[in-house]
C-alpha cells in the first residue's frame, strides 16, 4: 500500500513558476511507476508528465505535448518524493494536480499507457494550482 501526499500548488501569475512534490509512504518507492495528472473544472482528468522504469535500467520521462519544454517531472528515490517543476505557466494549466503510482510488474499489458489514468493504483488527494492571467 502507498500513500501519496502533494504539496506545492498555488495561485501565481501567468508566466510564473511552481514546483509540486508528491512524498510517498511505504517502501520500495523506486519500484513504482509515478504520474502526474490534473483536472480542470468541468474537464475530465488528464495526463500531465510520467517518469517510469524502461530499457536500460533507467527512468524515463513522458509528458503531454501542451507542458512538454516547460514542465520537468523528477524523482529522488532516497526521499521517497517524486517533482513536478513548472516554469512559464499559462492561465490554461489551472487545475488540481494529482500524483499517482504505479508499481512495475503489476500492469495488466506488456505494453501500458502511462498517459492513462487507469494504468495507475494509487492516487494522491491533490493540490491546486491557479495561473492568473
Known amino acids: 500500500q502507498v500513500q501519496l501526499v502533494e504539496s506545492g500548488g498555488g495561485l501565481v501569475q501567468a508566466g510564473g513558476s511552481l514546483r509540486l512534490s508528491c512524498a510517498a509512504s511505504g517502501r520500495s518507492f523506486s519500484n513504482y511507476d509515478m504520474g502526474w495528472f490534473r483536472q480542470a473544472p468541468g474537464k475530465e482528468r488528464e495526463f500531465a508528465a510520467a517518469?517510469?522504469?524502461?530499457?536500460?535500467?533507467?527512468?524515463?520521462?513522458d509528458y503531454k505535448d501542451s507542458v512538454k519544454g516547460r514542465f520537468t517531472i523528477s524523482r529522488d528515490n532516497a526521499k521517497n518524493t517524486v517533482y513536478l517543476q513548472m516554469n512559464s505557466l499559462k492561465p490554461e494549466d489551472t487545475a488540481v494536480y494529482y500524483c499517482?503510482?504505479?508499481?512495475?510488474?503489476?500492469?495488466?499489458?506488456?505494453?501500458?499507457?502511462?498517459?492513462?489514468?487507469?494504468?495507475?493504483?494509487?492516487w494522491g488527494q491533490g493540490t491546486q494550482v491557479t495561473v492568473s492571467s
Open positions: 499517482a503510482a504505479r508499481r512495475r510488474g503489476t500492469y495488466s499489458s506488456s505494453n501500458p499507457d502511462y498517459t492513462a489514468a487507469r494504468e495507475y493504483d494509487y
Open positions: 517518469t517510469r522504469w524502461g530499457v536500460g535500467n533507467t527512468y524515463y520521462a
